[in-house]
């Protein structure tokens, strides 16, 4: 098996790692609930998440769009460590754009980033806020050279998110 294949059937782990992985410090993630969404249309599929968050996953690219939200008590991550939890996964992690915009009704972080994931370059949409006592990262990430062929279907997702 060559490595851009072993990357395809790495990502998917790496996203649902990283889900695991709790937002900020909690130790015992809540999932966010009374979430409005949209879910991703074809050739996006469920691909299924032991977090009670959601993510999906392209039968064409193994590009894969998820969310990841935390509404544990006493827990206040910043939008730093939010973009971080989310980043982690990469080695060589270059930022390729960062910004602060208006998202949910709250001031949320949209990042790209490009990195290496068992030395193929893959790259990650983040956006990262804080509502009502949750934390959130969208994700949308896949091999770099496979990224913008369904990006569109990140930033309909995105559109269409609403937390409570």
């Known amino acids: 098996m060559n490595t851009t ?3 395809f059937l790495l990502l998917p782990f790496i996203f649902l790692l990283n889900s695991c992985i709790t937002i900020g410090v909690s130790k015992d993630p809540e999932p966010a609930k009374n979430l409005e969404f949209k879910a991703p249309g074809n050739p996006f599929s469920d691909l299924k998440s032991k977090t009670g968050d959601k993510a999906w996953i392209s039968s064409k690219t193994n590009n894969v ?13 910043t939008l730093d460590q939010l ?7 990469l080695e060589k992690l270059e930022i390729k754009s960062r910004e602060e915009v208006p998202y949910n009704q709250r001031t949320a972080r949209t990042t790209v980033g490009e990195g290496f994931i068992d030395g193929v370059k893959v790259k990650i949409n983040v956006v990262s806020f804080k509502k ?21 279907e990140f930033k309909q997702f995105t559109e269409n998110f609403r937390a409570p």
């Open 83 to 89: 973009e971080q939890d989310a980043l982690s996964g």
């Open 132 to 152: 009502n006592g949750c934390s959130y990262n969208l994700i949308y990430g896949g091999v770099a050279e496979h990224f913008d062929s369904e990006s569109s």
């Open 5 to 7: 294949h072993r990357v």
């Open 65 to 77: 769009i998820s969310y990841i939200s935390d509404c544990a008590p006493n827990q206040d991550p």
